[in-house]
Structures are given as structure tokens and as C-alpha cells.
């Protein structure tokens, strides 16, 4: 069965810094990796996906996430945070195989950037 | 193109009642799925629907069910409340059919509170 781990329950950030957002994930064979934003009282967000390809993905309001097989990590990455990237971040997986494959999330990391 | 709507957005409900909430996806969307979001158990995968077939199910008691009708619009249902049940429920619903890249655009949730 796949999971997502996301260690931190928060990550604290001054605006202006660059943000980490990490996750790791278990699943037999080759993942498809996502992440998604949630802000309050609102439902998920897309940010971006990893299917194949480049390691370094580029996604949404210029977040970005390496994929790092070795290490079955996906961490989630900008350069510059804002104020307005505080949400709540959520990491998950999906098995690499024909048919219908649940999506599975972690359990969310908290971001918060300080003006 | 209008995202995912879900309906009602609030609800209270007492226990022993049962509920039906509602899920009309993106246009040309056949994939819908269900998710629970509580701060406890964080997101859980309910069931998924393609084409009005139960593709894929959750971990959760017989007492959730859902369907598919022939335009693609879902329907949960949660029969014979239990106060665990009060929660965040998320629809989102994704492409065509293929070998799952595509990613899911989710729904504002209907927050359900059983009392």
C-alpha cells in the first residue's frame, strides 16, 4: 500500500526566505506525485505533479518540487515567500499502474510566512 | 470553465439522521471521488465513480455510500449519523479515463456537523 509521510506539522518562514515543504512517500513501483494548497474554508488547490521526466517540476504562483528517487522524496520548494503562500500544504501519491489508483495524501504541513 | 461545485456547503445534522450531499464536476469530467477531512485523521479516500461504476473504496462502513448519475454528477450519502462522522467533505473529480495522471480538481467541501 502506498503513504505519504510530511515530518513537519508547520514550517515557519520569513517572507522573502525560501521555503521547504517536505515529503516523502512509499509505494511499489514508480510514483505519480502531487502537491496541493489549501487555504481556509476553501477546498484543495493543484499546485503541480510529477509524472515522468525532469526531476525538477515547475508548478503554480512559482512553487516548484524536486523528485528524488533514491531518497522517495518530493519536497516542495520557492525561491521567495509570501506573506500570501500561508496554507495549509498537502503532499500525495499515487501508484504507477493501469486502472483506477486512489490518491492518497499526508497529513498536511502547515506554512507560515511572516510579513 | 466553472470548477467543481458541491452542495450544501453547510449542514447540521443530529445523530441517528442521514444525509445526502451533492457533486457536480467539471465539465467533461467522468471521474469523481470522495474524501473525509478531519484534523484528526486528515484526508481519507472515500470511494471514486467513473462512468456511474464504483472504481475504487475507502476504508469506511457500509453506512457511506454514493453514485454516479449518467451526467457525471455524485451524490454521497451517509446514513444513521454518528458524531465522528462531523467533518470536512471533499469532492473533486479529474479527466478522462487513462492510467491516473491526471489531477484532481476539488470541490469548496461541505462541512458537515452531526450533533
Known amino acids: 500500500a502506498q503513504s505519504v509521510a510530511q515530518p513537519e506539522d508547520q514550517v515557519n518562514v520569513a517572507e522573502g526566505n525560501p521555503l521547504t515543504v517536505k515529503c516523502t512517500y512509499s509505494?511499489?513501483?514508480?510514483?505519480?506525485l502531487f502537491w496541493y494548497v489549501q487555504y481556509p474554508n476553501r477546498g484543495l488547490q493543484f499546485l503541480l505533479k510529477?509524472?515522468?521526466?525532469?526531476?525538477l517540476v515547475k508548478g503554480s504562483y512559482g512553487f516548484e518540487a524536486e523528485f528524488n528517487k533514491s531518497q522517495t522524496s518530493f519536497h516542495l520548494k520557492k525561491p521567495s515567500a509570501l506573506v500570501s503562500d500561508s496554507a495549509l500544504y498537502f503532499c500525495?501519491?499515487?501508484?504507477?499502474?493501469?486502472?483506477?489508483?486512489?490518491?492518497?495524501f499526508g497529513t498536511g504541513t502547515r506554512l507560515l510566512v511572516s510579513p | 470553465k466553472a470548477g467543481v461545485t458541491q452542495t450544501p456547503r453547510y449542514l447540521i445534522k443530529t445523530r441517528g439522521q442521514q444525509v445526502t450531499l451533492s457533486c457536480s464536476p467539471i465539465?467533461?469530467?467522468?471521474?469523481v471521488s470522495w474524501y473525509q477531512q478531519t484534523p484528526g485523521q486528515g484526508l481519507q479516500f472515500l470511494f471514486e465513480y467513473f462512468s456511474e461504476t464504483q472504481r475504487n473504496k475507502g476504508n469506511f462502513p457500509g453506512r457511506f455510500s454514493g453514485r454516479q448519475f449518467s451526467n457525471s454528477r455524485s451524490e454521497m450519502n451517509v446514513s444513521t449519523l454518528e458524531l465522528g462522522d462531523s467533518a470536512l467533505y471533499l469532492c473533486?473529480?479529474?479527466?478522462?479515463?487513462?492510467?491516473?495522471?491526471?489531477?484532481?480538481?476539488f470541490g469548496p467541501g461541505t462541512r458537515l456537523t452531526v450533533t
Open positions: 465539465s467533461g469530467h467522468r471521474s
Open positions: 500525495a501519491v499515487r501508484r504507477r499502474r493501469w486502472g483506477f489508483q486512489k490518491l492518497v
Open positions: 509505494v511499489s513501483g514508480n510514483p505519480y
Open positions: 510529477y509524472i515522468t521526466g525532469d526531476n
Open positions: 473533486a473529480s479529474s479527466g478522462t479515463f487513462d492510467r491516473g495522471v491526471h489531477e484532481q480538481y
